[in-house]
C-alpha cells in the first residue's frame, strides 16, 4: 500500500482553509494548511508536498506569485487554484504558468477532488 499524498492547502480564509482541509483528510489526504504562501515556503514540509492547492487572491505573496517563485526555483508540484473572484485574465495566466486547476468559490467538493485526482495522476506520470 502506497503513502497518501500530502496536500498543501494555502488560503488567507481561516474557514476556507479549515473546510478544504477536512474534505481531503477525509478523502485520505495528508493535509497541510497555511495560511499565506510566505508561510508555505518556510515550512519542512515544503519538499514532501505532492499538490499544492492556495487562493489566488492573498495579502502579501499571492498564489500567482508563489506557483512564480516556486517555479522559477525548479520546484514543479502541481498547483490548482481557488479564487472568489474568477476573472478569465487571472484564470489564462494561472494556467500559462502551469496550473491543474482554477476554481471559482464556492465550488462543489468534487470538482476540487476531481482536479486533485487529475493533478496527483500528472505528478505520478499516469495519464
Given at each position: 500500500m502506497s503513502a497518501p499524498s500530502v496536500i498543501a492547502v494555502i488560503d488567507d480564509d481561516a474557514a476556507?482553509?479549515?473546510a478544504t482541509r477536512n474534505l481531503l483528510i477525509a478523502r485520505g489526504y495528508v493535509v497541510h494548511a497555511f495560511a499565506s504562501g510566505e508561510d508555505f515556503l518556510r515550512s519542512p514540509e515544503l519538499q514532501d508536498i505532492s499538490c499544492v492547492i492556495a487562493?489566488?487572491?492573498?495579502?502579501?505573496?499571492?498564489?500567482?506569485d508563489l506557483l512564480?517563485?516556486?517555479?522559477?526555483?525548479?520546484?514543479r508540484t502541481p498547483f490548482i487554484?481557488?479564487?472568489a473572484f474568477p476573472d478569465d485574465q487571472v484564470r489564462?495566466?494561472?494556467?500559462?504558468q502551469g496550473?491543474?486547476?482554477f476554481l471559482a468559490?464556492?465550488?462543489?467538493p468534487p470538482a476540487l477532488v476531481s482536479?486533485?485526482?487529475q493533478a496527483l495522476k500528472r505528478e505520478s506520470g499516469e495519464t
Open positions: 476556507v482553509r479549515a487562493d489566488v487572491h492573498m495579502p502579501g505573496m499571492s498564489g500567482l512564480a517563485h516556486m517555479r522559477g526555483n525548479g520546484i487554484f481557488m479564487t489564462a495566466r494561472a494556467l500559462k496550473a491543474i486547476g468559490k464556492p465550488f462543489a482536479c486533485l485526482d
